[in-house]
Every structure is written in structure tokens, then in C-alpha cells.
């Protein structure tokens, strides 16, 4: 079973809209990491969010966590066509990481 | 800053081949990482390593080995390729293992096996 997921498969906005993304995770973790990943490359990690922290910016990014509740957003402000690209999140519980299926966000002009 | 260098970039194999990808840092991390993404899916860990000579078994280690060559370099076998088997394998390196440490990929080698 998946130990962190990502709530939507696709997402669409246009340009200059907001989004926000959501994930999921069933274990206790000790952090969460949002990884963006564009077409043809690797990820790349966005926003590391601790267990005792309630949120965390990055620019246009905001990152939230809740552990009651077991789930993290990631919000994205006036987005571009550059952050088309799938939104991953990331748990670390005991050690090791365990990545979602993402979330692919298309922004249109 | 640093990069991480995957290759080949595209690996088209044999059922029952072994095929072998390699992976180079100059970050200078410890720990490097070997990862498989099937399409649409998230990442999952076939091997990672602490240090140089040492390997670790992750959730997907079955059907392939690794080796530690030296620090900057790590390598993926896939023992048998399987038919019609397509993913892409992404390396990975962070400074330590430890749960804050963020990890730095490469571009991946993306498999079709005929």
C-alpha cells in the first residue's frame, strides 16, 4: 500500500491562478518533502516540511502539514507555464523516504 | 553546486539481457540512491548506499544488484531484463541518509526491453 499519495491525478489552470495540491500519507513521519519533477528530468525537491512545523515558504510556494489529520498541501501562487510539471510528495519514516504517484499540474497561457 | 550524471541516457535491451547503468556525482555525498519510476507512478528504491562499498537493500531490490565503485560513482545491473519491461531509472545522492537530507537526481536512463 501506498505510505504517502497524492489526493488528484491531474490538475488544469490557466496562467495566474492559484493552485493547491494535496497528498496524503498513512504512517507517523518525521517529514514531508514536495519534489517537482518536469518532463524529461528528475525531481527536484521544493519544500522540506519538518513533523513540529505547521507550514513553510519557498517563494511562490507554501507548504502546509497536518499530522492529525495525516495529509500536507502545496499551494502555488500566480503560477506560469513553467511549473507545468508532476507534484510529488515525499514521507520519511523510519529512515527511509517513500514517494507518491503525483499530481500532474498542467498551467495554460 | 553539482550535478549527477546518468549513463545512457536511453537503454534498449534483450529479454534476458544484463544490462548495466551508471550513475556519477561531483557533489562529494556520501549516500547515493537507485530508484525506478514506472509510467505515472511515483519512485521506488531498488538500492541505495551509505558510503562507498557498502549497499542496501531497498523495496525493489529483487532482479537487480548494485555496486559502490568509490564515492562519486554508483552502478544498477539488471540481472535479466524482462520483456516488454519499460521504466525509468533515476539516480540520486544526498549528503547524509538521514531524514532531512535533501536528495539531488539526475535525468534518469529510461529502459525499453523488446
Known amino acids: 500500500s501506498q505510505l504517502a499519495e497524492e489526493n488528484l491525478w491531474a490538475l488544469s489552470v490557466h496562467e495566474g491562478e492559484s493552485v493547491t495540491v494535496n497528498c496524503s500519507y498513512k504512517?507517523?513521519?518525521?517529514?514531508l518533502q514536495w519534489y517537482r519533477q518536469k518532463s524529461g528530468e528528475g525531481p527536484a525537491q521544493l519544500i522540506l516540511i519538518r513533523s513540529n512545523e505547521r507550514e513553510k515558504r519557498n517563494g511562490r510556494l507554501r507548504a502546509t502539514l497536518d499530522t492529525s489529520s495525516q495529509s500536507s498541501s502545496l499551494s502555488i501562487t500566480a503560477t506560469r507555464c513553467e511549473d507545468t510539471a508532476v507534484y510529488f510528495c515525499a514521507t520519511y519514516s523510519n529512515n527511509r523516504i517513500f514517494f507518491g504517484d503525483g499530481t500532474q499540474l498542467v498551467v495554460k497561457p | 553546486g553539482g550535478i549527477i550524471t546518468q549513463t545512457p541516457k536511453f537503454l534498449i535491451g534483450q529479454e534476458g539481457q544484463k544490462l548495466t547503468l551508471k550513475c556519477q556525482q561531483n557533489?562529494?555525498?556520501?549516500?547515493m540512491y537507485w530508484y525506478r519510476q514506472d509510467s505515472g507512478k511515483g519512485l521506488r528504491l531498488i538500492y541505495y548506499s551509505i558510503t562507498e562499498n557498502d549497499l542496501q537493500k531497498g523495496d525493489l531490490s529483487e532482479g537487480y544488484d548494485a555496486s559502490r565503485e568509490k564515492k562519486s560513482s554508483f552502478s544498477l545491473t539488471v540481472t535479466s531484463a524482462q520483456k516488454n519491461e519499460m521504466a525509468v531509472f533515476l539516480c540520486a545522492s544526498s549528503i547524509g541518509g538521514g531524514n532531512y537530507a535533501e536528495q539531488f537526481f539526475g535525468p534518469g536512463t529510461r529502459l525499453t526491453v523488446l
Open positions: 504512517t507517523s513521519i518525521t517529514a
Open positions: 557533489f562529494n555525498h556520501d549516500t
